[in-house]
Antibody
Framework: EVQLVESGGGLIQPGGSLRLSCAVS????????VSWVRQAPGRGPEWVSI???????YYADSVKGRFTISRDESKNTVYLQMNSLRAEDTAVYYC????????????????WGSGTLVTVSS | DIQMTQSPSTLSASVGDRVTITCRAS??????LAWYQQKPGKAPKLLIY???SLDSGVPSRFSGTGSGTDFTLTVSSLQPDDFATYYC????????FGQGTKLEIK
């Protein structure tokens, strides 16, 4: 059974740093595309970042230079290091998997975690 | 950046109704469009990808059409479990979601 479980969210002051974790089971992070998607209160989802099967990484312009996605294949876990946090980064952060058999651009998602809340406030 | 515009923002309907939600992209996204259903406090659930392909386990009352810039999601006969918020998502160039359509009970 495919599962993704996020952790690491919390209350952080503006300018601070936080690392989110996404522990997966039922598939391996080294052979799948995994993304982070966030959703601010009352808003639609916003794609944040993706790590490709081959290890390439991509980011939304809103987080480029501040956030870093990585993975630990031995732990089957994907991370999101978030630095220089701003109030507008406040959201529920989800990790999500691209379908194995997807053809075309790998940016839609068939399995999602339940999310972890990040609140940036003084 | 590609912008996605959904209409309407809110839709009131009854069980058994046929409803349609529209999504327009600011530029040609071919057929790289997905639809999701989201309930309060839950993650989005994939319904349709590549504009018209139903994800595994999704009831056949859901259908999607369109290509280029104009797309629709139709629910042929609303069931009580279908009242939720629906989002379109383009994935032709990275990813952008629409602002959502809340489907509520009339």
């Amino acid at each position: 059974e495919v599962q993704l479980v996020e952790s690491g969210g919390g209350l952080i002051q503006p300018g601070g740093s936080l690392r989110l974790s996404c522990a997966v089971s039922g598939f391996t992070v080294s052979t799948n595309y995994v993304s982070w998607v966030r959703q601010a209160p009352g808003r639609g989802p916003e794609w944040v970042s993706i790590i490709y099967k081959g290890g390439d990484t991509y980011y939304a312009d809103s987080v480029k230079g501040r956030f870093t996605i990585s993975r630990d294949e031995s732990k089957n876990t994907v991370y999101l290091q978030m630095n220089s946090l701003r109030a507008e980064d406040t959201a529920v952060y989800y990790c999500a998997r691209v379908p194995l058999a997807a053809n075309g651009p790998p940016y839609f998602f068939d399995f999602w975690g339940s999310g972890t809340l990040v609140t940036v406030s003084s | 950046d590609i912008q996605m515009t959904q209409s309407p923002s809110t839709l009131s309907a009854s069980v058994g109704d046929r409803v349609t939600i529209t999504c327009r992209a600011s530029q040609n996204i071919k057929s790289w469009l997905a639809w999701y259903q989201q309930k309060p406090g839950k993650a989005p659930k994939l319904l349709i990808y590549r504009a018209s392909s139903l994800d595994s386990g999704v009831p056949s009352r859901f259908s999607g059409t369109g290509s280029g810039t104009d797309f629709t999601l139709t629910v042929s006969s609303l069931q009580p479990d279908d009242f939720a918020t629906y989002y379109c998502q383009q994935y032709n160039s990275y990813s952008t979601f629409g602002q959502g359509t809340k489907l509520e009970i009339k």
